[in-house]
Each structure stands twice: as C-alpha cells, then as structure tokens.
C-alpha cells in the first residue's frame, strides 16, 4: 500500500477485510499484442498469475485510481482504453492475520502502456506479456474472466 493518508492501521484495516467488500481497480493491460500478468508473492492469489491491481481510495475517482495503480505496482502510465466492467471476486485466503478470506467489488479497465520496462513490488515477483490463445491450466478464473472481455 502506498505510504499516504490513506494507510489504515493493522487493526482497523483487518475489521474492514472481514466485513466489508473490497473497491478496487484492475488493470488488463494491453502491450506488445498480449496481456501482461504479473506473478503474485501475496495472497489472494498468490502464485498465480493475474492482472495488476489495487483498492480504490476514500474519494478517488476511478480513473484516477487506475493512474496511481499503475504507477505504483509498474512504475509506470498508462492509457485507458475503456471499462469492461465490475466484477465481483471471492477468495477463501487473506494476507490480514485472523481473517480468512477477501471480497472484491473489482473495476476491471482495459489499458495500454507502450513500455517494456515494468518495475516488480512488494505483490509481484515478475511481470510478463502472455499472448493468445491463452491456456485455462496457467491463468486464474479471473483472469480469464476479463481475458473473454476483450
């Protein structure tokens, strides 16, 4: 999470986790004729595969969320293409210690970025381009999901 006001202590952030749906913003960022997926180190779905992505701020618009997303998990820009909609994600894991399990209330955006440098963070061991067809054994539910979007 990014060091700002919006940092939310352990404790209150684990209440919100449990009780309440997650908003957030997830990037299918177009490049190079495929989709780039990161490589996950946390949970949810850590060890797979999936589009980069964050929560949404108290009072940040969307699309503004999307810039700031970018920004801080590739270290870089990029352009929206269009919103292909909001989908709703159910994890059985969590990363908050004592809570079992993640609702996301997830803003899927089409995007493109025209770099090939991609920074990893503290969510992703890599990031790389997957072109089509792509294989149902190696991405998430999800993923494939927005895959079929596009």
């Known amino acids: 999470m990014s060091e700002n006001k919006q940092q939310i202590p352990d404790n209150e952030w684990a209440t919100i986790v449990e009780n309440v749906p997650l908003v957030s913003v997830d ?3 177009r490049h190079d004729g495929g989709i780039v997926l990161g490589f996950r180190k946390n949970e949810p779905a ?3 595969w999936f589009v980069p992505g964050g929560r949404v701020f108290k009072n940040e618009k969307l699309n503004d969320a999307v ?4 920004k801080e998990e590739l270290g870089t820009t990029v352009t929206i293409e269009r919103q ?5 994600h159910f994890y059985e894991t969590s990363e908050v210690a004592g809570v079992e399990s993640k609702h996301y209330l997830a803003n899927a955006f089409l995007v493109k970025t025209d770099t090939d440098k991609l920074d990893t963070d503290d969510q992703h061991a890599e990031f790389r381009v997957f072109h089509p067809p ?6 998430h539910p999800y993923v494939l999901r927005y895959l079929n979007e596009i």
């Open 27 to 29: 990037l299918v960022i």
């Open 46 to 48: 850590k060890g797979e």
């Open 67 to 70: 810039a700031r997303v970018a």
């Open 84 to 88: 292909l909609g909001v989908y709703e």
């Open 134 to 139: 792509f294989d149902e054994a190696v991405h």
